[in-house]
């Protein structure tokens, strides 16, 4: 199964100042997938970002806020952009383990609080 | 994705079964059931999933109705280490199980195992 590095493990940012998230996998993957978790909620699905595209974005997230990098197979980025309180959240990545793996595999996440 | 509904919460004794339900009454022919869970603090772990047959893991079992309207996971002995949110996923898949593409989680089922 693919093993996920995700850093910074946690963090406290001020208001208005930007953090990137960085999702290191041990093995190539085609797709991974940026999460948030709110405090008390379930994972909702920020964005899919592909090697070589631009990332895909859910409904109610936008590029310019969570905007993401994809420069190669194991590696991808998510920066959460001039934060405000409201961006406090667990973020995490995803991957797909891929043909005859059948979970999908998540990094630890990374608890962001923004005072 | 088929919808699913699962109970808010469930309690279960220490070295019983845990039997977690899910319903799916709209799954379609080529959906898969999966179950996952996060565990406080950690990011979502895949723990079995099946089409039609009931399957056994060293993790858990899994028992699909005749109809394939619903589904219930069983940790046959829960521990306190158990204890977690345990997510319920339909969604289309290969011949082999293997899905691709974004997951989605609903709200889940939180499980306390108690001593």
């Known amino acids: 199964s693919a093993v996920i590095s995700q850093k910074p493990s946690r963090d406290i940012c001020q208001r208005g100042t930007s953090l990137t998230i960085q999702c290191q996998v041990d093995?190539?993957?085609?797709?991974m997938f940026w999460y948030r978790q709110q405090p008390g909620q379930s994972l909702t699905l920020i964005a899919t970002?592909?090697?070589?595209?631009?990332?895909?974005?859910e409904s109610g997230f936008v590029i310019d806020k969570f905007p993401i990098s994809r420069p190669n197979l194991t590696f991808s980025t998510l920066t959460v952009s001039n934060m405000s309180p409201e961006d406090s959240s667990i973020y995490l990545c995803?991957?797909?383990?891929?043909?005859?793996?059948?979970?999908?595999?998540f990094g630890s996440g990374t608890r962001l609080t923004v005072v | 994705d088929a919808k699913t509904t699962q109970p808010t919460s469930m309690d279960c004794a220490e070295g019983r079964a845990a039997n977690l339900p899910c319903n799916h009454s709209t799954i379609s022919g080529n959906e898969y059931v999966y179950w996952y869970r996060q565990i406080h603090s950690q990011g979502p772990q895949y723990i079995i999933h099946?089409?039609?047959n009931n399957e056994t893991n060293e993790m858990a079992s899994l028992i699909i109705t005749e109809d394939r309207k619903s589904s219930t996971l069983i940790l046959p002995h829960a521990t306190l280490r158990d204890t977690a949110v345990y997510y319920c996923?339909?969604?289309?898949?290969?011949?082999?199980?293997?899905?691709?593409?974004?997951?989605?989680f609903g709200q889940g089922t939180i499980l306390t195992v108690h001593p």
């Open positions: 995803s991957v797909e383990k891929g043909s005859g793996n059948y979970g999908y595999t």
């Open positions: 970002a592909n090697q070589g595209s631009e990332a895909t974005y």
């Open positions: 099946g089409l039609k």
């Open positions: 093995s190539q993957v085609t797709m």
């Open positions: 996923i339909v969604r289309v898949a290969d011949a082999g199980g293997t899905s691709y593409g974004k997951l989605t």
